[in-house]
């Protein structure tokens, strides 16, 4: 598991330059639909009115997620151990629409206060009109559900009596298409036992809420009439107003004259001083490592796509700040190896899109060779890391050992999905409809297997380099 240098620029691994292929949110445009829209929505809908009726919300267990945010906060803090944890259920409002944005954000406190719930919700509406491209009207929403979850041990909810202590920097996560503000809860709750302020935006793709339009549409499909926000927009926002805004958070370590989250070039004099990381999954990967400006860090788990190579600043400026990328042999979705075929058609690879960069990549197999890399003291600031290499006989096809799409994020958001989507999967396989590795976690189950080792090395590596 230990660092080996990956060089770029290299030609791709298919033999074949092709930087317009794009991922995450692009790629839904290349989804066929195989049967007339009407005709799939009813049939899913039947599903889902079959299968609901005996359903109640996901209970993932946390003890063990309890343990890994422990675990993470200790090597974070070199010992110092995990603070108590507050969560808010925010909101910020996009300048010049009004529009309200939901962003749940997570910060140390030294308080005391009850235990709070993550209203995560789950819209079948909106599933089915993002893979269907059914109109507002004809997607019902009797099926959407509340899926309340549980936080981990030492959580409590934001109040006067838990406010706010000195963080040491931010770090905002970005979900995926189809994705939640709690998608990676796990990693919130780590970093903020760590003594990070953590903000997670609802984008306009999220599977909670049937009102929010994606400004995405595709080819050939006339543009949304009144699109929502878009991730830049939202992203900003989120940092302007979560973070920064009303001078909720007070800050330690501060370095001045140096520039650590600059969107659009703005001048604040605190976010000048203090380190913002980005952190996205899958579409949110682009998210994080697309956005303009200056970080403390930059992380893309399940999902990277570089700027291509003609676009020399803006390579440059996103090799300017530290890089971390996962990806997993096991991804149905955004594969590390060249796919002809896969849910989105042929795609070269992570691993040909990051051996382009002009950069040197330490490499890791599993997040355990970062983790050791990170407890020895080398913390490279252009990380790789890659799931290769399976258990023999934990699945009954060997690829589903390694972590799927979906196994980075948490149990508990995945968990309350399966709840919903198992009964539909055979349906949508039927009707041609991608399930985004669904079907496989369905069997393997890994997300608190995979977060056990992540998490604290995710966790660990942000505290080094953001110092």
């Known amino acids: 598991g230990g660092p080996r240098c990956v060089r770029g620029p290299r030609a791709a691994a298919d033999g074949r330059s092709n930087p317009s292929r794009t991922r995450g949110v692009d790629a839904i445009d290349a989804i066929p639909t195989v049967v007339p829209r009407r005709a799939a929505l009813t049939a899913l809908t039947a599903a889902a009115a079959a299968a609901s009726r005996d359903l109640s919300p996901a209970t993932a267990s946390v003890a063990s997620t309890s343990e890994v945010v422990r675990e993470a906060a200790a090597l974070a803090t070199n010992g110092a151990g995990a603070s108590t944890v507050a969560f808010d259920d925010a909101t910020v409002t996009i300048p010049g629409t009004g529009q309200v ?17 993550y209203p995560h919700a789950i819209s079948v509406a909106k599933i089915a009109r993002v893979l269907l491209n059914t109109p507002i009207r004809l997607t019902p929403r009797f099926l959407d559900r509340d899926f309340p979850l549980e936080p981990s041990a030492g959580v409590v909810r934001a109040s006067t009596s838990a406010p706010p202590k000195n963080a040491r920097g931010a770090v905002v996560l970005c979900h995926g298409y189809l994705g939640s503000r709690f998608d990676l809860v796990d990693l919130a709750e780590a970093l903020a036992a760590s003594g990070f302020v953590v903000a997670a935006p609802e984008f306009a793709e999220s599977l909670a809420s049937p009102d929010t339009v994606s400004a995405q549409t595709r080819p050939g499909a006339k543009p949304a009439a009144n699109p929502s926000a878009t991730r830049d927009v939202v992203l900003a926002s989120a940092i302007e107003q979560s973070i920064f805004g009303e001078d909720k958070f007070t800050w330690v370590g501060e370095r001045d004259g140096e520039l650590h989250a600059n969107l659009g070039g703005d001048a604040n004099p605190t976010r000048a001083k203090v380190p913002v990381a980005l952190v996205g999954q899958s579409a949110g990967a682009s998210t994080a490592t697309g956005a303009p400006g200056s970080f403390a860090a930059r992380v893309a788990i399940a999902g990277f796509r570089p700027p291509p190579s003609e676009a020399h600043e803006e390579v440059l400026a996103l090799l300017g700040d530290p890089l971390l990328v996962v990806a997993s042999a096991g991804d149905g979705v955004i594969s590390l190896y060249p796919t002809d075929g896969g849910v989105f058609g042929p795609y070269r690879g992570i691993e040909a899109e990051v ?5 040197e990549f330490a490499r890791f197999d599993g997040a355990g060779g970062l983790l050791d890399s990170v407890r020895a003291g080398d913390a490279s600031r252009t990380s790789f890391v890659t799931y290769e290499t399976g258990k023999p006989g934990s699945a009954p096809n060997p690829g589903l050992s390694l972590p799927c799409h979906i196994s980075f994020l948490s149990s508990r958001t995945n968990d309350a ?30 997300s608190d297997r995979t977060n056990a080792v992540l998490v604290p090395a995710i966790t660990a590596w942000l505290a080094a380099v953001m110092r």
């Open 101 to 117: 944005v939901p962003v749940a954000v997570w910060y140390p406190t030294d308080g005391t206060g009850p235990t709070p719930t």
């Open 355 to 359: 051996a382009s960069l002009p950069a």
């Open 417 to 446: 999905m399966v709840d919903v989507l198992g009964p539909l999967l055979p349906v949508a396989r039927l009707l041609g409809v991608p399930v985004l590795d669904f079907d496989r976690y369905q069997v393997t189950r890994d």
